[in-house]
């Protein structure tokens, strides 16, 4: 079932655990997606960036294809929709065609920016119901055109924005969106405990949680963090699956036994149950099992 993000992240708070954001790219990616979260009775958020969205068909588009497979599929987990990393335009855009989350980035705009355009997000948003993520410290790496270094967020700046009425925040603690580049030194817990205490602890937001060692994303939950996104990590084994299949030849149609493996339905199929098997993996890691 569709829901805004608010109370499975503040139970999730409450229980010392964190629920996982996996952000989908097309069909396969959202039903693996929530038929894992439903198999596993695991709350869950499926997160879309302006990119994927835009590759996708549009807002609307994704809007309606998760809201519709959650129905078809029968899942009754709770479900968020929530846009990734979005401008001001695109939050807005999301609110309307129907999202039940939405993240305003404005960690890129001089700071006085964010906040007047936080503000205006969250009032849009808070009128349907929509929850809101915003963004101090900008995540590390490129994501929708936009680098940064892995920035350390202010603790005073973040609780600037979380007095705007915001529902959870991503702060970043020297995370970076993709693979982390050798010698990366890792999270910086000390500022996350900052963070956490100056926000009043609300639900805090790792993004880029592909590549981080088990052991400091059991810390960073331990200090306040209850989101954690995911999405590297499932392209890299939908990639490595596809791949595999191909090598062997089983798409071929000239292959003696091809048994019409180019049927994307078959083609796919092996993409579609790596990312399964990864988003149980991290919904264990997160500990999210059995809290729906």
Same mark, same amino acid.
């Given at each position: 079932m569709l829901v805004n993000a608010t109370k499975m992240l503040r139970d999730a708070k409450k229980g010392h655990y964190a629920i996982g954001h996996f952000n989908t790219n097309n069909l396969e990616w959202t039903k693996a997606i929530l038929t894992t979260a439903q198999e596993l009775n695991s709350p869950v958020i499926i997160g879309v960036s302006m990119g994927a969205a835009k590759y996708m068909g549009g807002y609307r588009v994704v809007a309606a294809m998760v809201r519709e497979m959650d129905k078809g599929l029968g899942i009754t987990v709770p479900v968020a929709l929530h846009l990734d990393h979005g401008n001001y335009e695109a939050a807005k855009a999301c609110i309307e065609a129907g999202f039940t989350s939405v993240m305003f980035d404005g960690s890129s705009l001089p700071f +006085? +920016?964010?906040?007047? #355009?936080t503000k205006e997000i969250v009032a849009l948003a808070h009128e349907k119901g929509v929850s809101v993520e915003a963004e101090v410290g900008a995540i590390g790496g490129t994501e929708d055109g936009i680098t940064a270094d892995g920035e350390v967020a202010d603790p005073e700046e973040c609780r600037k924005i979380v007095d705007l009425g915001v529902d959870f925040l991503a702060a970043g603690i020297g995370n970076i969106h993709g693979i982390y580049p050798e010698g990366w030194t890792g999270l910086h817990i000390d500022v996350l405990e900052k963070i956490n205490e100056a926000t009043d602890y609300i639900p805090l937001v790792l993004h880029g949680g592909t590549g981080i060692p088990d052991n400091?994303?059991?810390?960073?939950?331990? !200090?306040?963090?209850? #989101?954690?996104?995911? !999405?590297?990590?499932?392209?890299?084994?939908?990639? +490595?699956? &596809?791949? *595999?299949?191909?090598? +062997?030849? *089983?798409?071929?149609? &000239?292959?003696?036994?091809?048994? *019409?493996?180019?049927?994307?339905? #078959?083609?796919?199929k092996p993409g579609y149950e790596a990312i399964k098997a990864k988003v149980k993996e991290k919904m264990e890691l997160f500990g999210s099992v059995n809290k729906a």
């Open positions: +006085e +920016e964010n906040v007047a #355009k400091q994303i059991r810390d960073a939950i331990v !200090n306040g963090v209850s #989101k954690i996104n995911v !999405n590297t990590d499932c392209q890299l084994v939908f990639a +490595e699956a &596809t791949i *595999k299949y191909c090598a +062997e030849g *089983k798409a071929d149609p &000239t292959a003696a036994n091809a048994a *019409k493996g180019y049927d994307p339905r #078959k083609l796919l």
